[in-house]
Structure formats: C-alpha cells, structure tokens
C-alpha cells in the first residue's frame, strides 16, 4: 500500500511541470487526495485537494488559476499540472490520502491524512 509521486524536476519562471503520483494496493477515488509542498525551512503547505464524495477541489491562494489538479480512476493515478511557474513554488512536492474526509476546512492539515508519497523535487529558476 503507497503512493508514488514523480514529474518533478527544474523549470524556467513562466514554464510547466505535470506530476504525477500512483496508488497502488487502494483505490484513490474512495478517498480524498491531496498535493502538499515544503520549501526548506517552512511548513508544509497544503496547495490542492480533491474531496472523496462529490470530488469537488480546494486551492490554496498561492496556487489558484496557476495548478489544477485530477484523478484518473482507470489508471488510480493522481495529477498535478502547474502552469506559470513562479521562484516561491521551489519545494518538495507530496501527494497525501485521507480516507475519511475532514471537509474542505480543514485540507490543508497534514495531520488530517493517512498515507504520503515520497515526494518529488520542483524547482523553478528565475
């Protein structure tokens, strides 16, 4: 049972990065998911998630308009695209699960998920 993130790696300012991140031994879609990201010497920081139930996405303000998020059922893979690529979004960037959804106000508590990736590294030159 584990989640499998990859897509990191160094982009320009203004560029794209699509990551990806794999379940395997559970089902995604009965479960909430999230991106975290933690830059060196800060919290974690929830930026997107997708609620188990109606599916509906929550995104932080930093990233709105910039990164959406999917989930391909088929392929119980988990995406993040990130579009216009800003210096701040730098960080190691973890896909999470929370199998018993807490609710949009409260998506962005790493305490709140049961399960993490190992994280992939973004990195955004000026």
């Known amino acids: 049972v584990q989640l499998q993130a990859s897509g990191g790696g160094l982009a320009q300012a203004g560029g794209s990065l699509r990551l990806s991140c794999v379940a395997s031994g559970f089902t995604l879609d009965n479960c909430a998911v999230a991106w975290f990201r933690q830059a060196p010497g800060k919290d974690a920081e929830g930026t997107v998630c997708i609620g188990s139930t109606d599916g509906k996405t929550y995104y932080a303000d930093p990233v709105k308009g910039r990164f959406t998020v999917s989930r391909d059922n088929a392929k119980n893979t988990l995406y993040l695209q990130m579009n216009s690529l800003k210096p701040d979004d730098t960080a190691v960037y973890y896909c999470?699960?929370?199998?018993?959804?807490?609710?949009?106000?409260?998506?962005?508590?790493?305490?709140?998920?049961?399960?993490w990736g190992q994280g992939t590294q973004v990195t955004v030159s000026s």
């Open positions: 999470a699960e929370q199998l018993n959804f807490k609710g949009g106000s409260y998506y962005q508590q790493p305490s709140n998920y049961d399960r």
